[in-house]
């Protein structure tokens, strides 16, 4: 063991990789702790930004990015920007920043030798896996798979996770509506050509404001902005209506189960219209917390139902927790809050795991090769980091950390409610998924931009929420550098 270990790290030494100098970085990372508070220089984006945007524009369309970062220097909680700016970061790169900025177990893993050519080489997983993948896949993903669903696939991103999900979904249709038989020659035939038999008239209903990818098929299941759907040629698929919610939830439950209950009724009637048209339902997707289409919430009683219209019709249900899962919210998935009578039948997932992909019921296991497949299905390197990531949140309590943190944190938003009534409405959340409305966009951007200003950087949706993503490393004092620099933001606003 010790020989081949040895052997493989001198390959790869030989081919250029500076251990050294890899772990000189690993150690002058590590020895560098998070400022006190935030760190504001220059205006954002400050002159290396703008200039760097200049010369990036040529190439790329621009009009995205809002400021340049200097990973090195960014640390914990706080990133850092190329113009020497530390801002408290409550966005985290679209909520995908599960332990903040060069964690020491995350750079001691990069840095092992013992894991390079995990890093060094990057393998067809579905047809040359590494040896220890399966053990890798154990004690990481199926660490944490959702009850009763022991099939995963790995996958490179959030929206591929979804688009072969619906693959997976529509397979498993296909195979109940042939009762074991194998496909026809005219449906192998006319599966060329995009033609039925072979590709069926099926659909999947979804849900507006709802965000699952911008790939072409969980595109057409994403109903948030015109941006991601213009000119592109979509499906003709079912769109549900998803609850809007009133705040404070205690004083208006009676009209939110109705709402709930509209839902559901729509949803019922929009399977029954698709069975009608001869484009039968055969998945219902929906996220657990409607993310980019601006943290809208729906109750376990929503979801049950929802699982409850899918069992009576024999379609499948997707969850995607893509944005929401690992440990964000009090649970390590947020669909563990809804009391579901069966698991879901398929759940993605990426992000904060650092790898996409999909847990899924045994009966959705493809029954041939090479088809839930892409040259690469992931990537192990993301696994061995992952697997520092679930260790650090189990040994430091993290999950249960995020449901403490969040209540201190929604009570910032609440207090902030109260006294700046004609800003901030509906505050809510779900441990650190969090959010409030302002009264239109142009409100919620200048009081981004405000916050910027004071060091504290966050994030928007829908029409006009500014929501908060921060790491599972949050803490109390970054909870209180949020609230005063929040105050001070809406006081001048």
């Not at 081949?4 to 890899?22: I, K, M």
């Not at 057409?220 to 003709?236: I, M, Q, R, Y």
């Not at 944005?323 to 809804?338: D, L, M, N, P, S």
């Amino acid at each position: 063991m010790a020989l081949r270990g040895a052997v493989r790290g001198h390959n790869l030494l030989s081919r250029g990789w500076n251990l050294q100098s890899a772990r000189a970085c690993y150690s002058v990372a590590t020895s560098r702790a998070e400022p006190e508070a935030p760190v504001v220089k220059t205006v954002i984006p400050g002159p290396r930004s703008q200039a760097l945007r200049e010369e990036l524009d040529p190439i790329q369309c621009t009009d995205a990015v809002q400021f340049f970062a200097d990973y090195e220097k960014s640390i914990g909680n706080y990133i850092a920007d190329v113009d020497g700016n530390y801002l408290l970061d409550l966005y985290t790169q679209i909520a995908s920043i599960p332990l903040g900025y060069n964690h020491p177990r995350i750079l001691k893993a990069i840095t092992d030798p013992a894991n390079l050519s995990t890093f060094a080489n990057r393998p067809a997983l579905g047809v040359f896996p590494p040896s220890h993948f399966v053990k890798d896949l154990n004690e990481t993903l199926l660490s944490v798979a959702p009850p009763k669903l022991r099939q995963v696939q790995t996958m490179a991103c959030g929206a591929c996770s979804v688009e072969h999900a619906l693959k997976a979904a529509f397979m498993g249709y296909r195979r109940r509506e042939r009762g074991g038989s194998p496909p026809s020659p005219e449906e192998l035939e006319t599966s060329l050509m995009n033609r039925p038999p072979g590709n069926p008239h099926l659909s999947v209903l979804s849900f507006k404001n709802a965000f699952h990818g911008r790939t072409m098929g969980a595109l057409a299941l994403t109903h948030t902005k015109w941006a991601h759907k213009l000119d592109f040629p979509s499906p003709d698929w079912p769109i549900a209506t998803f609850p809007t919610l009133r705040y404070p939830l205690e004083e208006f439950a009676e009209e939110n189960r109705l709402e709930e209950e509209k839902c559901l009724a729509e949803v019922r009637e929009l399977i029954q219209d698709a069975k009608q048209k001869g484009k039968p339902v055969a998945c219902v997707a929906t996220e657990p917390i409607q993310c980019e289409g601006g943290d809208n919430f729906a109750s376990p009683q929503f979801f049950q139902g929802l699982q409850d219209i899918c069992q009576e019709n024999n379609i499948y249900l997707l969850i995607d927790e893509v944005q929401t899962g690992a440990g964000t919210t009090g649970k390590f998935w947020v669909h563990e809050y809804f009391n579901l009578r069966d698991p879901p039948d398929l759940m993605t997932f990426a992000k904060k795991m650092l790898t996409g992909g999909f847990y899924y019921r045994d009966e959705l296991r493809p029954t041939e090769g090479y088809r839930i497949f892409n040259t690469w299905i992931g990537d192990p390197s993301k696994i061995v980091i992952l697997r520092e990531v679930l260790a650090t949140i189990k040994e430091e309590g993290l999950v249960q950390k995020t449901a403490e943190l969040g209540k201190q944190m929604l009570q910032v938003l609440e207090t902030a409610q109260a006294e700046f009534p004609n800003v901030v409405s509906r505050a809510r959340g779900l441990g650190c998924i969090m959010s409030f409305d302002c009264p239109d966009a142009q409100t919620r951007d200048k009081l981004v931009g405000i916050l910027r200003t004071y060091g504290v950087h966050v994030g928007t949706s829908g029409s006009s929420t500014l929501r908060l993503r921060p790491t599972l490393t949050l803490q109390k004092k970054h909870v209180d550098v949020f609230a005063d620099r929040l105050r001070k933001s809406l006081q001048e606003l």
